[in-house]
C-alpha cells in the first residue's frame, strides 16, 4: 500500500517521483479495468506519484496517476484501504504538517473517518477478498 506500490513500481522499472497534484482525504478512483479495486471514495494521503513498471496491468487511476495495479500475482495500491481512526492517530503523532500544505482540515477527515469507518471495513474487506479470490 501507498509506499509499497511505489518501491515495487521503482523496483521493477518504473519511476518515482513528486506528483503535479497531492492528494489528502478521501478520493473516488477511476476503474480503469474490472478487478478487485471499487470506485471508492478511498483514503489518500500521498504527494509522490510513479510510472507504471513494464508488464504491470492497470486498475485504478485519478489525475495524481496510478492507485492501484497487477503485477503477476501481487496487487499493489497507492491509496490506504487499510486506514483506522488508530493508524490515522498514529500517522498524525508522527507528522501531521501535511495538513497545512495540503489546506485539509485534520479534525474534519477525523470526523469523517469515524463517520465512514463501517463503510471503509466492509470496502477494504471486499478488497481483499476479490483480490484473494482472483489470485486462486
Known sequence: MCFGAQAHAK???GEVFKADRWELGFGTVDVVQDGPVEPGPWM???S????????ARLLATTASGPQAYAFGR????????????????GWCQIDD??????????EE?????????????ARSHRLVDAFLEGAA
Open 11 to 13: 523496483a521493477l522499472g
Open 44 to 46: 489518500m494521503w500521498h
Open 48 to 55: 509522490d506519484a510513479f510510472s507504471l513498471p513494464e508488464g
Open 74 to 89: 501481487s496487487l499493489l495500491v497507492q491509496f490506504h484501504p487499510e486506514i483506522t481512526l488508530k493508524i490515522f492517530g
Open 97 to 106: 504538517s501535511d495538513f497545512e500544505r495540503f489546506g485539509v482540515d485534520k
Open 109 to 121: 477527515l477525523r470526523a469523517e473517518l469515524h463517520e465512514r469507518a463501517a463503510e471503509i471495513r
